[in-house]
């Protein structure tokens, strides 16, 4: 089991960059493919970002494709996600998520393929 702590979030202008933390508990943070999501008031729960257990793939929703990064470091059991260029349809809850099964984007995007989910963190863009 894999317990998640989101931190990094906060109020930023349009254009402007932020950088989500997530730390895991626990020393197999390796067997953990690690996903990104994201809730925006009265929509549902979105994938933003994913990234497999080396690190050696990673998977980005279109809407964030050439503006965020996702990175991890499996020393310090920590992913990141690099957000940049940030646009108010960017505001919402941010949510990341392991998963110990199979590492394809199709699995990887579908939140109910993760079992282990932080408590989330707000990100607001004003424009």
């Known amino acids: 089991q894999v317990q998640l702590v989101e931190s990094g979030g906060g109020l930023v202008q349009a254009g402007g960059s932020l950088r989500l933390s997530c730390a895991a508990s626990g020393r197999t943070f390796s067997r953990y493919s690690m996903g990104w999501f994201r809730q925006a008031p009265g929509k549902d729960r979105e994938f933003v970002a994913a990234i497999t257990r080396s690190g050696g793939s990673t998977y980005y929703a279109d809407s964030v494709k050439g503006r965020f990064t996702i990175s991890r470091d499996n020393v310090k059991n920590t992913v990141y996600l690099q957000m940049n260029s940030l646009k108010p349809e960017d505001t919402a809850v941010y949510y990341c998520?392991?998963?110990?099964?199979?590492?394809?984007?199709?699995?990887?995007?579908?939140?109910?393929?993760?079992?282990?989910w932080g408590q989330g963190t707000q990100v607001t863009v004003s424009s």
């Open positions: 998520a392991a998963t110990n099964g199979w590492e394809t984007m199709s699995t990887l995007s579908r939140q109910y393929d993760y079992p282990y």
